[in-house]
Structures are given as structure tokens and as C-alpha cells.
T-cell receptor, first 110, second 115 residues
Framework: TQLLEQSPQFLSIQEGENLTVYCNSS?????LQWYRQEPGEGPVLLVT?????EVKKLKRLTFQFGDARKDSSLHITAAQPGDTGLYLC??????????FGTGTRLQVFP | DTAVSQTPKYLVTQMGNDKSIKCEQN?????MYWYKQDSKKFLKIMFS???????INETVPNRFSPKSPDKAHLNLHINSLELGDSAVYFC??????????????FGPGTRLTVL
């Protein structure tokens, strides 16, 4: 059974700081997605990465997919309170099923 | 305007009861899902349906029975509720079956508390 470990588990930072969260898999990812889940809401898709070494940017968010496709990182520049939430990585297993990671809970204080 | 809606938002019930959670999507999607998120925020697929046909059944106890009366609705019925069923249940939908090409849109969740 594939395990997706995310680190850190919790992260509390001040507005304006930079941060990186990580997602590591026990096996090679098929394709990887990152989601953000705000309190009381469902997850929302941020990005999908497919190719090893791929880098995608979404405004202040930078997503990297490891060359060996067993890890990924999400870097946020100049964090804002609106970035607060649970960040989840997910593998698209067997083309139709999402296997989610353990999550990183981010709190950004003004 | 709500894309994926769930009712109720909160559900508090006693052990042993039977309850249902309803999900509706107005996106015209063919595929719908149920997920369970536990107290540690771990999110896990339970079921998926495509055009009212069961596609994924992720070794969920048979006390859980999904029902899809039409493509826009996927309801979750739970019999003989147990303490361990307490969680947030999310419904989601996507245009098609293959997640790589079809973004999943999640509902706001139903928080189930079993006393």
C-alpha cells in the first residue's frame, strides 16, 4: 500500500515569511496533485504535475516534482493569511483513484 | 450557484442508528465520489460512481451503502452507526472517470458525530 508522508505536519508562520512543505511517497507517483483545504470546506485542486523534474508556478506558489517522481515540494513566497489551510498532496493511482497524503496544516498570522 | 452540495452540514446521532447523507452536483458531471476524512485530517476514497454505475468500492464496511438515483445525485446511507464512523464525509464530482484529465470538485462536507 502506497504511503504519502507530508512534512511538516503543522506550520505556523508570520505573514510575509516563505515556507516549503514536502510530500514523499513510498513508491513512484503516477501523477501528483496538490490541494488546499480551508477550514469547513472541501479540498480545492491547486496543480497537477506529471513529469519528473517538472516545476509549476501559481502566483506565489511554486510546485516541484522530484526527478525520480517519489517526492514533491510546495514553496510559498511571502505567505499571506489567506494561505492558511490544510495542504494535501495526492497520487492519481490507477488513473481513477486519489491516494491522499497525511497533510500539512499551515497557519499564517497577520 | 453551488456546484457540489451536501446535506446535512452537521449530523449528530446515537450509536446503532441509521442515517443518510445526500449529495447533489449541478455541474453536469458523470462521476461522483464519497470520501471520509478522519479526526487527523486523513482523507480516503470510499466509493465512486460513473453514470450511476459503481466503479470504486474501497473495502468499506457493508453498513455503508451508496445510492445514485441519477447522475446528479449520490447519497450515502449508513446502517448501525458506530463510534468509529465519526468523521467528515465529502462528496465530490468530476466530468469523467480519469482523474488525471478530470478535476474533482468537492462539496463542503458533512460532519458526522456518533455518540
Amino acid at each position: 500500500t502506497q504511503l504519502l508522508e507530508q512534512s511538516p505536519q503543522f506550520l505556523s508562520i508570520q505573514e510575509g515569511e516563505n515556507l516549503t512543505v514536502y510530500c514523499n511517497s513510498s513508491s513512484v507517483f503516477s501523477s501528483l496533485q496538490w490541494y488546499r483545504q480551508e477550514p469547513g470546506e472541501g479540498p480545492v485542486l491547486l496543480v497537477t504535475v506529471v513529469t519528473g523534474g517538472e516545476v509549476k508556478k501559481l502566483k506565489r506558489l511554486t510546485f516541484q516534482f522530484g526527478d525520480a517522481r517519489k517526492d514533491s515540494s510546495l514553496h510559498i513566497t511571502a505567505a499571506q493569511p489567506g494561505d492558511t489551510g490544510l495542504y494535501l498532496c495526492a497520487d492519481i493511482y490507477n488513473t481513477d483513484k486519489l491516494i491522499f497524503g497525511t497533510g500539512t496544516r499551515l497557519q499564517v498570522f497577520p | 450557484d453551488t456546484a457540489v452540495s451536501q446535506t446535512p452540514k452537521y449530523l449528530v446521532t446515537q450509536m446503532g442508528n441509521d442515517k443518510s447523507i445526500k449529495c447533489e452536483q449541478n455541474l453536469g458531471h458523470d462521476t461522483m465520489y464519497w470520501y471520509k476524512q478522519d479526526s487527523k485530517k486523513f482523507l480516503k476514497i470510499m466509493f465512486s460512481y460513473n453514470n450511476k454505475e459503481l466503479i470504486i468500492n474501497e473495502t468499506v464496511p457493508n453498513r455503508f451503502s451508496p445510492k445514485s438515483p441519477d447522475k446528479a445525485h449520490l447519497n450515502l446511507h449508513i446502517n448501525s452507526l458506530e463510534l468509529g464512523d465519526s468523521a467528515v464525509y465529502f462528496c465530490a464530482s468530476s466530468q469523467g472517470l480519469y482523474t488525471l484529465y478530470n478535476e474533482q470538485f468537492f462539496g463542503p462536507g458533512t460532519r458526522l458525530t456518533v455518540l
